[in-house]
């Protein structure tokens, strides 16, 4: 049974450069989260998108970043132009349908490093 | 917005048992808890969840009294696999803002 999957699992760009990461969520999994993670800022969530549709961006740092959810399984967060700020571990995780308290299912994450 | 409170840190032995404590005093009436377990370079991974009074599965206890307004997360016999990084969350799936996780508690063990 795949777990959730995410690419690339490890990316090193130069400041300016678009990065693209890539998530597919668990099968018939309905919510999905993009989350960032960092020493200094713990584990932020980004946007969360439920039955395609996102709901929340608030957490989306600025105009650079985007994500979009084009279909069920599939999603990306998107970073143009990247910079050394951005250098983090993303996390992409599901959630199942039908159930009020959606025990989170996490990818094994987008390891980033803009130079 | 239930917002938890843990401590930063804690350190035990190997075979031990460890008790992890989460403060959520705002706790709403159908907010659940909660716990993920996260190692170095991985995901965090759900560990257990509760409503009221105990739970138990392979992995964990979690204990909520019956005010709510805390939950101790109980580990067993502790493990140097055990060393991790422990999240409580409470609330509710369709509140986005509940899948906010705070800093969590560093568990280390020691041989």
């Known amino acids: ?115 | 917005l239930a917002k938890t409170t843990q401590p930063i840190s804690m350190d035990s032995y190997e075979g031990q048992e460890v008790n992890i404590t989460c403060s959520h005093n705002n706790i709403a009436t159908n907010d659940y808890i909660t716990w993920y377990q996260q190692f170095p370079s991985q995901g965090p991974r759900f560990i257990i969840q509760g409503y009221k009074t105990k739970v138990t599965n392979e992995v964990a206890s979690l204990f909520i009294p019956a005010d709510r307004k805390s939950s101790t997360l109980s580990l067993p016999r502790v493990s140097l696999s055990d060393t991790a990084v422990y999240y409580c969350l409470v609330g509710k799936r369709y509140n986005n803002n509940d899948m906010r996780f705070g800093a969590g508690t560093r568990l280390t063990v020691k041989p």
């Not at chain 1, 490890?10 to 020493?39: A, D």
């Not at chain 1, 969360?48 to 967060?77: C, H, Q, W």
């Not at chain 1, 349908?97 to 025990?103: F, H, K, M, N, Y």
């Open chain 1, 1 to 115: 049974d795949a777990g959730v999957i995410q690419s690339p699992r490890h990316e090193v760009t130069e400041m300016g450069q678009e990065v693209t990461l890539r998530c597919k969520p668990i099968s018939g999994h309905n919510s999905l989260f993009w989350y960032r993670q960092t020493m200094m800022r713990g584990l932020e969530l980004l946007i969360y998108f439920n039955n395609n549709v996102p709901i929340d961006d608030s957490g989306m740092p600025e105009d650079r970043f985007s994500a979009k959810m084009p279909n069920a399984s599939f999603s990306t967060l998107k970073i143009q132009p990247s910079e050394p700020r951005d250098s983090a571990v993303y996390f992409c995780a599901s959630s199942p349908p039908g159930l009020d308290t959606g025990e989170l299912f996490f990818g094994e994450g987008s390891r980033l490093t803009v130079l």
